[in-house]
Structure formats: C-alpha cells, structure tokens
C-alpha cells in the first residue's frame, strides 16, 4: 500500500496551514513612484520657465507717464523734449 500524505501528518498539515494563510492575507500592493516624480519634474521644469520668463521680460508700462513740470520750463538737463516751447 502507497504512503500518502494524511491530513493529520504534522509536516502536511504545516504546510497546508501556511498555504491557508496565504490566501487569507491581502495581495501586498507596491506603491508607484514615477508618477510622483514624473509630476514633480514637470512642474519645477514649468516653474524655472516661469521664473526664466518673469526675469528676462521687460517691463511693462500700461499708460504714459506725464512729464514732470521741471522738464517743460526747461530748468531740466537733458535735452528738451518734442513739442515742447522753448
């Protein structure tokens, strides 16, 4: 007669105590961390263009700015400005 595993074999019934468990214990998921970098390079790459642009622009004046009444009497330095009566 061939000798088979019995249930109440000690060594059988470790290993299928162990396999039980297994299946019993959640799935182990890894977390990711490209995305996380991928996310973090795109925005400090976005950020340096940004500051890039904000350093090298010119500035911007929105509206004229009026002479100053030292500059119309002719009391000033520099050269007299256009349209201005001497």
Do not use: C, K
């Not at 400090?44 to 009026?66: E, G």
């Amino acid at each position: 007669m061939p000798q088979t595993e019995s249930i109440h074999s000690p060594d059988g019934f470790g290993r299928a105590l162990v396999r039980a468990r297994d299946y019993l214990e959640p799935p182990t998921r890894r977390e990711r961390v490209w995305p996380v970098l991928a996310a973090a390079t795109a925005f400090a790459i976005s950020s340096m263009i940004f500051v890039f642009a904000a350093v090298t622009a010119p500035s911007v004046t929105l509206t004229h700015l009026a002479p100053s009444p030292a500059s119309l009497s002719g009391d000033s330095l520099g050269p007299p400005l256009a349209g201005a009566v001497n």
